[in-house]
């Protein structure tokens, strides 16, 4: 086949990660396998994707609390949780870093940090979720067996969404 195939490395999902070295062989040995979202948390095995890969093979954060510093390292963007309810800041942050414009990239990142930790701190998607309801994009329940984040991280994700926009 010729369609393009992004490799998807996110353990925390599927229970295994894809070392380095098998990466590098799936990008070499076919030519439709064009990029990996690599969600590992691994910054170090990002650098090593990054290190190793063809110069044409795309290696995109799925991790949004490392994204900036794998795009530092030559990493080519993002696929993001984050992004999605902080678009534009989101946005911006990726593209000073993609620009190695390192101080205002890392402004923007510690901004978002706290959101970051709160949207996956009782899981993914009922984090999300409750910032998109805050943003009245959406309600925030969740189907079984996935169950919707307790009172005390709602209201902090509150906070958060009500302080940020009031800042932009």
């Known amino acids: 086949s010729t369609t393009p195939i992004i490799l998807y490395n996110v353990p925390g999902r599927t229970s295994s990660n894809i070392a380095p070295e098998t990466v590098n062989r799936l990008a070499n040995d076919h030519a439709n396998i064009v990029a990996i979202k690599e969600a590992a948390g691994d ?3 990002a650098m090593k994707l990054i290190e190793i890969c063809p110069k044409e093979f795309l290696v995109i954060s799925g ?16 696929i993001s949780v984050i992004g999605e309810g902080f678009p534009n800041e989101f946005s911006k942050m990726v593209n000073f870093g993609l ?16 959101a970051i930790d709160y949207i996956f701190k009782e899981g993914n998607p009922a ?21 919707c984040i307790s009172n005390q991280l709602r209201t902090k ?12």
């Open 43 to 45: 910054l170090v095995q």
């Open 63 to 78: 991790d949004d609390m490392i994204t900036l510093p794998m795009i530092l390292a030559g990493g080519s963007g993002v």
């Open 99 to 114: 620009k190695k414009e390192v101080d205002q990239a890392y402004a923007i990142h510690y901004e978002l940090s706290p």
């Open 127 to 147: 984090g999300i979720k409750a910032v998109f309801k805050q943003l009245g994009i959406c309600e925030d329940f969740v189907r079984l067996p996935l169950v």
């Open 157 to 168: 994700i509150k906070s958060f969404v009500l302080n940020a926009k009031k800042n932009n």
